[in-house]
């Protein structure tokens, strides 16, 4: 392949990946229920293990210490779980349009 054809490519790739993410920001904004589960769950879980941490903090021994490590990795867990939903959720309904040209970009 010579260089210019590579920068073609390339610039191609590009602006395929553009069209994509265009596509679903489009399909987020329509979507009211979709944004505010992206907003509500997280709040959520961080409200949730804060007020949990706040209760084992109260007992000051090393084992309760040690809890705010296990609940700052499921915090961090959640997050990447989260991610991957919504990942997921994207595949399935480009599968249930049948729009697969769009995933294999």
């Known amino acids: 392949m010579t260089e210019q054809h590579q920068r073609w490519s390339f610039s191609g790739s590009l602006r395929r990946i553009a069209a994509l993410v265009l596509r679903n920001l489009y399909l987020l904004r329509r979507s009211w229920p979709r944004v505010l ?60 349009s049948r729009n697969l040209g769009q995933l294999f970009v």
């Open 37 to 96: 589960e992206l907003m509500y769950w997280p709040t959520v879980q961080m409200i949730l293990w804060g007020f949990i941490t706040l209760f084992l903090v109260t007992n000051s021994s090393w084992v309760a210490q040690a809890s705010g490590v296990l609940i700052s990795a499921v915090l961090l867990w959640d997050v990447l779980f989260r991610g991957q939903l919504g990942v997921a959720l994207i595949f399935m309904e480009e599968m249930w």
